[in-house]
């Protein structure tokens, strides 16, 4: 790894990208990566080096991890893949479920009734019609015509994702709320909070200790948390970086309070890279130590329709998204959606193989488990906005390092 560890030190040097922790590792431990770059702050007041137990926010990656809360319960019989989440979701519930259609000249919403109920799989694999609010055009809107304003991160998890759907569930594609929905599903099957819930069947089997969605309540992991960086230059209408070589600053600002009322199964975790390598690793080796063999083959397996496809491949062509739901990855690249984040459907030279799962989180965190070579790993930074091209462009000669190691 020298030579990687050469770049990402001349990057972070010349101003390029902000610290990072880096994990991976291959199937037997053979091969383990452990390292941390650069400052936790750039703020000269706390600028201590970066350590490799430091707590992130890691945003989207929550995402695998409550997926895999809901193969668990799955595997349990609390629920199936298949059927209409209102058993548990009444919020949900067919006859509330409207489609929004756009807006008339009065600028009222053209709102019809969908048909089809929402089902567990298309939560998890964004295509119920759930969508985030702020990332939707459509939906600020309709936020606006109640006098509301879209938020990702404030009040609760009904408040914030109980939208109109964009489409009719199952028929298309769109990143979306759907697994805060998850989160809220598996915390009343059990009658614990996320948290709680996660704590003991994902943390407590791994051995992790680090974990949690309220930053604001645990002093010991706050004191250890790493402060944003901001690119100067502003973000394109899809929320992405506008300058891809604006100057790094500190900033106090954060996509995500720190005093959340819910445990949002979405985006709210914080914990550190090492202890989320050991979730990755898991399910890499299918070690049942989370899932059973059988539902973990499951959880990589594509799970789209041609006309879900069709809408993922043009929205991840708009080139603002391309190092949001593509990163370091050639845009022809063939893809599917999982039941736990996105699957390569042909291989990476050098890199990952086809079959293997990845996502990332919006301050720019990215990993990926490859079942195949069995090899996993996570860049993590703390970095907005989402979509940086150079942290991303570091994060592929990580991963090229890992390979390269591996197969040494």
């Known amino acids: 790894m020298n030579l990687f560890n050469s770049k990402i030190e001349s990057a972070i040097s010349a101003g390029k990208v ?3 922790v880096t994990v991976a590792s291959n199937a037997t431990k053979s091969f383990t990566h452990t390292s941390s770059y650069g400052l936790r702050s750039l703020d000269p007041a706390s600028s201590a080096p970066l350590k490799t137990d430091a707590i992130l926010a890691i945003a989207s990656c929550t995402k695998l991890l409550t997926s895999i809360s809901a193969l668990q319960c799955v595997e349990r019989g609390q629920f199936t893949l298949d059927e209409d989440v209102s058993r548990l979701l009444p919020e949900l519930k067919l006859e509330d479920l409207d489609i929004l259609q756009g807006f008339d000249a009065e600028e009222k919403p053209k709102l019809v009734k969908a048909t089809k109920n929402i089902t567990l799989r298309m939560l998890l694999t964004h295509t119920s019609g759930l969508a985030y609010d702020v990332f939707t055009p459509d939906l600020i809107r309709w936020r606006a015509t109640r006098g509301e304003v879209a938020t990702l991160d404030k009040g609760t998890v009904i408040s914030r994702c109980k939208t109109p759907l964009t489409f009719e569930p ?5 990143y979306s709320t759907g697994l805060d929905w998850a989160g809220l599903m ?8 996320l948290q ?4 003991k069947y994902i943390c407590t089997p791994l051995g992790i200790t680090d974990f949690t969605f309220h930053i604001d309540q645990n002093p010991a992991l706050l004191s250890r948390l790493v402060d944003m960086t901001f690119r100067v230059g502003g973000m394109t209408p899809f ?17 995500w309070s720190q005093e959340q009322i819910d445990d949002a199964g979405g985006a709210g975790v914080y914990m550190s890279m090492p202890s989320y390598q050991k979730v990755l690793h898991s399910i890499t080796i299918s070690d049942e130590k989370l899932l059973s063999k059988a539902m973990n083959v499951k959880m990589f397996e594509g799970q789209l329709t041609e006309p879900q496809l069709a809408t993922l491949n043009y929205i991840r062509q708009i080139p603002e998204m391309r190092y949001v739901m593509t990163p370091s990855i050639p845009a022809d690249t063939k893809l599917d959606y999982g039941l736990g984040g996105m699957i390569l459907l042909e291989g990476l030279e050098g890199r990952r193989r086809k079959g293997s799962m990845y996502w990332g989180g919006l301050p720019n965190l990215a990993w990926w ?3 195949e070579a069995g090899v996993s ?7 907005i906005p989402t979509g940086d091209k150079q942290t991303l462009e570091i994060f592929e000669e990580f991963e090229k390092a890992v390979y390269a190691e591996v197969a040494a």
């Open 170 to 174: 199952g028929t298309s594609w769109a």
């Open 196 to 199: 709680e819930y996660m704590n």
């Open 239 to 255: 929320g992405t970086t506008a300058n891809t070589t604006g100057a790094l600053v500190h900033t106090a600002d954060s996509f």
């Open 369 to 371: 488990a490859d079942r």
């Open 377 to 383: 790993g996570i860049y993590g930074s703390q970095l």
């Open 18 to 20: 902000p610290g990072a």
């Open 186 to 193: 598996i915390s009343r099957a059990n009658n614990m909070t």
